[in-house]
């Protein structure tokens, strides 16, 4: 169906109003296009510059523009060792300026290693290879890059005590901690990065764990209790975590302990405690948009090698890219999700209602 004016303005009504989420999906899910050529944008012009407008790449539905506005993808990596991106990875990048973000997010899995017969030179090839496909066009376009450390990355896992992929941490650390590879965060906590960190931007608290692992020690976990309780956190409009593993398994043969987060339970309390409205994670390389108790749970789809199907759920794996439009004052929170093969809308009425506990978004 094409996209009249009439139908933008009634999306920006309900964008400013009551119930802006389940508005904003209803409009999606009623009018899901079949190709990508019709999927017809609004041109910035025509719309009042005192008003949220419409932004997306040409020929791709726009969606109306939030307070702040984050590009979310995942799961980039190939095969082990490999310096090439799958071509929707460019693609998504090559696009993302064209959303004009505020912010990009990437849930983890940056790069293909956790093997130990990777050499310091294949390594540093990759991380070589992903600031020529995603950080150096990012940083080019002045869009800052948060991201959590995934298991194909920087692995915390630990035998006998020490890192089993020690150089592969060393070596991410020493790449994220290269002045020309500054990813543009207003930071409030760098301590341990690129492993765990804080940083603020546009009245939003983000706090990135290292959950590139099913254990979150003690000592992390106090550093994220007294972060979220920190006065940025807290005079925060909205409080935002990120790590690599979800806290509950949403995807086909990630299901299995050791693939989401060994307390997520206790996990989500905590973040229920500290008010975080929103957790984004990657891992199970399938896109869902869920809510659990009072907790918004992002899972985010994997761009690059194999995606996987949802649980209860006969949809074929999809690779996705989601835009997320932040409502500041009334907390709500608007995603508009790309299959980047096809460029078309995800239908959010196509996926399962409920994964165990975790309510669909727009049913929530």
Not at 13 to 27: F, N
Not at 127 to 147: E, K, M, Y
Not at 201 to 208: G, H, N, T
Not at 334 to 347: A, D, G, R, S, V
């Amino acid at each position: 169906m094409l996209y009249n004016r009439r139908q933008f303005l009634i999306f920006t009504g309900g964008l400013i109003g009551i119930g802006v989420t389940k508005v904003g999906h209803q409009l999606l899910n009623k009018s899901q296009p079949n190709s990508s050529e019709n999927i017809i944008s609004e041109t910035p012009a025509t719309i009042p510059t005192n008003q949220h407008i419409a932004i997306a790449p040409e020929g791709l539905f726009a969606p109306i523009k939030g307070d702040v506005r984050i590009v979310v993808i995942s799961d980039l990596n190939g095969p082990y060792g490999s310096t090439d991106y799958d071509p929707e990875v460019d693609k998504a990048i090559a696009l993302t300026p064209q959303w004009q973000p505020d912010l990009l997010l990437c849930g983890g899995d940056m790069v293909a290693g956790q093997k130990r017969s990777l050499t310091k030179q294949q390594i540093e090839a990759m991380w070589a290879a992903f600031d020529v496909h995603v950080s150096a066009p990012l940083r080019q376009a002045n869009i800052p890059l948060g991201f959590t450390i995934g298991n194909h990355d920087a692995s915390g896992s630990i035998s006998g005590g020490k890192y089993t992929f020690e150089q592969e941490r060393n070596l991410a650390s020493a790449y994220w901690n290269n002045p020309n590879h500054n990813p543009g965060l207003n930071f409030i906590d760098k301590a341990n990065f690129p492993f765990y960190y804080s940083f603020q931007q546009q009245d939003i608290f983000y706090l990135v764990w290292d959950a590139s692992t099913h254990i979150i020690d003690q000592k992390q976990l106090t550093w994220v209790e007294n972060s979220l309780n920190s006065s940025p956190a807290k005079q925060a409009k909205l409080r935002l975590v990120i790590g690599h593993l979800p806290l509950h398994p949403v995807t086909v043969g990630r299901n299995t302990p050791g693939n989401y987060m060994a307390e997520g339970e206790k996990l989500q309390s905590i973040l229920e405690k500290y008010d975080v409205h929103t957790y984004i994670s990657g891992h199970h390389h399938g896109y869902y948009p869920g809510k659990k108790g009072q907790l918004e749970l992002l899972n985010s789809g994997a761009l690059g090698g194999g995606p996987r199907k949802l649980l209860n759920s006969n949809l074929s794996p999809q690779k996705t890219l989601t835009v997320v439009d932040i409502s500041l004052d009334s907390q709500e929170t608007i995603y508009t999700t790309y299959n980047m093969k096809t460029l078309q809308l995800i239908n959010i009425q196509t996926l399962p209602k409920s994964i165990d506990k975790i309510i669909r978004k727009d049913l929530s």
